[in-house]
């Protein structure tokens, strides 16, 4: 069964950039059919689709959040990454990694549901605070 597990600091600095790392074990991110997405969710709200990378390194991005945003991936670590440049106190959330079979039309447009995703990472609090 394939497991994802987030990992990177825990407080960013305003201005700076957030750099997010998902480490996935139990399947490939290369494997075909899959693909491999960043969701936040910020305190007292909703989820949010960031973005994500297709098992053929293709990219997708949230308009709202596609001028910050970047996703890579390291297929030799079997890890993909999320940098969120120019942080403000309003990107404070619980950043999340999780894989789907597809990339949804609704994301697009702001709506994101758990169901949308069959794994999930466990989530890690990023504060962005001076």
């Known amino acids: 069964q394939v497991q994802l597990q987030e990992s990177g600091p825990g407080l960013v600095k305003p201005s700076q950039t957030l750099s997010l790392t998902c480490t996935v074990s139990g399947g490939s991110i290369t494997r075909n059919e899959y693909y491999w997405s960043w969701i936040r969710q910020p305190p007292g709200k909703g989820l949010e689709w960031m973005g994500a990378i297709g098992y053929s390194g293709s990219t997708y991005y949230s308009p709202s959040l596609k001028s910050r945003t970047s996703i890579s991936r390291d297929t030799s670590k079997n890890q993909f990454t999320l940098q969120l440049s120019s942080v403000t106190p309003e990107d404070t959330a619980v950043y999340y990694c999780?894989?789907?079979?597809?990339?949804?039309?609704?994301?697009?447009?702001?709506?994101?549901?758990?169901?949308?995703?069959?794994?999930w990472g466990q989530g890690t609090q990023v504060t962005v605070s001076s």
């Open positions: 999780a894989r789907s079979n597809n990339v949804r039309s609704n994301w697009y447009v702001g709506i994101v549901q758990t169901k949308d995703f069959g794994s």
